[in-house]
């Protein structure tokens, strides 16, 4: 279980995070959505401690996550951030390699352990016959689900994810939620990511928490929260939202909510 | 080199490809050794100098194998890998392709404090080698500290690193404006040169060679992983900050020791390591030792072109290997797939 308590975050003096309070549950998969500057990749920074609160903690099973060594936090949970490079030179299977730092010791022999992960990573994501392959060949959703699998050889018991669907396609994005979806499902993996999207967000997550400006807006499942008045308030914009097939909600913007004092641009941090 | 991209590529094949480069470099590496050796004001054949190595004898031949070139052909082999492995871990932990020595302010440091050395005081010219890496270490710890701010972004350090080598750089060229009779020594410091540098020179680098060398080698994996961008790597459990403070550290004294005995070489650090990557690629379980052998080669071959092209008088190493170097270095660019 991972929690955010009361934890204040900013810069220069003003706050983004303001005593926030999040809890994520083992097993589900929480997709974060808001408008931007809400401070979406902010959180998931937070939460992955590439930043420090300057109050409260993330805890991860009831401990705070600065208190972990660096390798047994790896081990249990994996981040792919917004953008991501690697060395033109890099194969495939070098790079799916490198998730497998974090359970490497020079005094430990790892090599079974690490090729059966890396085989099960490169499979979950079908990657194994691109296996030799140069990363920089590969094409954006092909890459993606590259980055994905070095994750996923960490073995880790939580994913997080910033935009894992910017700059892919229709059916690429569809491809990695999937992918993701089904990695929940079948190894019962915690996954956190930032989407862009309401309506994958409402098909693929389980809960979706809406930031605004900072502050949490609402949590709780996509009938729940994917509402008229949250797209007013949050997103401003008017929107029609109807139940898809698997009974899920769906939205379709229509317009900017019509008043003159709601500024269309918003202020950042 | 081969010049169709590469799609496909075997695992062992790109292994065995990759030994085999490190065996031809450590084998150029050698051979750059025994022609240093071999060359200079008299030829000596290569049969003759192996011979002389393994059995040390009294003859005028063995003394000057012996007490003049092999001192300064060991000195030069380690200050050519110092500073490529120096270049080679910065562009790695400044993430910048033009990190290098210099960037981190030990050349301008071992610069001024040198030509402090040379032009005020040239009758403590002894004391120039612990002053010269005291300098270089006390610009590099200077440029740290200026780029701190919560935290360490390579981008200030580099910017950091341009401030503080520009204001040195104005100390030394006010000093040789103001004693300009005295430039001689000081040039030669500034280009850099191995003319006269003997058991002792070799003696005052080999620590830091050895102990630098080792910790370069055993950072490969984390340097592979940094090369990924800093969240990833922290995400795979790397300690970033410490492990770009400590590597620096490293870098620091690799190129501080190096300097301090051969004075301001420019180029190595800088070329070398990226002929190495050009060469053998980025992955740096075989870049770092590449780096190294090919730091020793280049600076070898340099050196002995130094000594005998315009015999008897001898070129600073740091002229041929600009002059050299450069070209064969912008051919390896053109070439790159």
New interface residues.
């Given amino acids: 279980m991972l929690e955010a308590t009361h934890i204040s975050l900013g810069f220069d003096d003003q706050y983004l995070f303001k005593d926030f309070c999040l809890t994520i549950k083992g097993g589900e998969v929480l997709s974060i959505i808001g408008p931007n500057g809400s401070g979406k990749s902010t959180l998931l920074?937070t939460l992955?401690?590439?930043i420090k609160p300057q109050q409260g903690n993330i805890l991860l099973d009831n401990k705070a996550i600065h208190s972990y060594n660096?390798?047994?936090?790896?081990?249990l949970m994996?981040?792919?951030?917004q953008s991501?490079?690697?060395?033109?030179?890099?194969?495939v299977?070098?790079?799916v390699e490198?998730?497998r730092?974090?359970h490497?010791h020079?005094w430990k022999n790892t090599k079974r352990e690490d090729s059966l992960a890396l085989d099960w990573a490169m499979e979950r994501t079908k990657l194994t016959s691109l296996?030799?392959?140069?990363v920089s060949?590969l094409s954006g959703g092909e890459r993606q689900r590259v980055w994905l699998a070095?994750?996923l050889a960490?073995k880790p018991r939580i994913l997080l994810l910033d935009e894992p669907t910017t700059y892919l396609d229709i059916c690429h994005q569809l491809e990695i939620l999937e992918l993701v979806t089904a990695l929940n499902n079948s190894e019962g993996i915690t996954v956190v990511m930032v989407l862009h999207d309401m309506n994958h967000a409402a098909r693929y997550s389980d809960r979706i928490a809406v930031l605004n400006k900072g502050s949490l807006f609402a949590v709780g499942t996509p009938e729940q929260v994917i509402r008229t008045d949250t797209l007013r308030e949050v997103f401003n914009v008017e929107a029609d939202i109807w139940l898809d097939s698997n009974k899920r909600p769906i939205c379709i913007p229509r317009c900017l909510v019509a008043s003159a004092d709601q500024p269309i641009v918003q202020k950042r941090g | 080199m081969q010049n169709k991209p590469e799609l496909f590529t075997g695992r062992s094949h790109r292994m065995t490809q990759r030994l085999l480069m490190l065996g031809l470099l450590a084998a150029v590496a050698g051979g750059g050794i025994l022609l240093s050796l071999a060359q200079g004001a008299s030829g000596i054949p290569v049969g003759e100098v192996i011979n002389t190595l393994l059995n040390p004898n009294s003859t005028s031949l063995s003394q000057i194998i012996w007490n003049i070139r092999l001192p300064r052909t060991l000195v030069a082999a380690l200050v050519g890998m110092n500073l490529a492995l120096s270049g080679a871990l910065l562009q790695s932990i400044m993430r910048s392709p033009l990190a290098d020595p210099h960037i981190i302010g030990v050349s301008s440091g071992a610069g001024l404090v040198g030509i402090v050395i040379l032009i005020l005081f040239p009758h403590h010219e002894y004391l120039l080698t612990p002053a010269a890496f005291a300098g270089a270490m006390g610009a590099a710890f200077a440029i740290y500290i200026l780029a701190w701010k919560g935290g360490i972004r390579p981008v200030r350090i580099i910017l950091a690193g341009v401030a503080v080598s520009a204001f040195l750089g104005a100390g030394i060229a006010g000093l040789l404006v103001f004693y300009s009779d005295r430039v001689h020594g000081a040039l030669m410091w500034m280009v850099g040169g191995l003319s006269a540098r003997s058991w002792p020179h070799l003696y005052a680098i080999l620590p830091y060679s050895i102990a630098g060398g080792l910790l370069a080698l055993f950072s490969a994996k984390a340097l592979n992983v940094l090369e990924l961008g800093d969240e990833v790597a922290s995400g795979l459990g790397l300690s970033v900050e410490r492990t770009r403070l400590a590597l620096t550290v490293v870098a620091a004294l690799l190129a501080a020791s190096a300097v301090s005995v051969a004075g301001l070489l420019g180029f190595v650090g800088l070329v070398v390591p990226h002929s190495a990557r050009l060469i053998i690629g980025s992955d740096y379980r075989f870049l770092i030792p590449a780096s190294a052998l090919l730091g020793i080669a280049v600076i070898t071959v340099s050196d002995t072109l130094a000594r005998t092209l315009f015999s008897p008088v001898e070129l600073p190493v740091g002229i041929i290997m600009a002059f050299a170097g450069a070209p064969f270095f912008l051919y390896l660019l053109r070439k790159e797939p």
């Avoid at chain 1, 994996?78 to 951030?81: E, G, H, R, T, Y």
């Avoid at chain 1, 991501?84 to 194969?91: E, G, M, V």
């Avoid at chain 1, 296996?131 to 140069?134: A, E, F, G, K, Y």
């Fill in positions: 920074k992955a401690r590439n660096p390798s047994a936090l790896a081990r994996a981040v792919l951030p991501t490079s690697a060395p033109s030179d890099l194969t299977r070098e790079l490198y998730g730092f974090p490497q020079w296996s030799d392959r140069l060949t070095m994750a960490q």
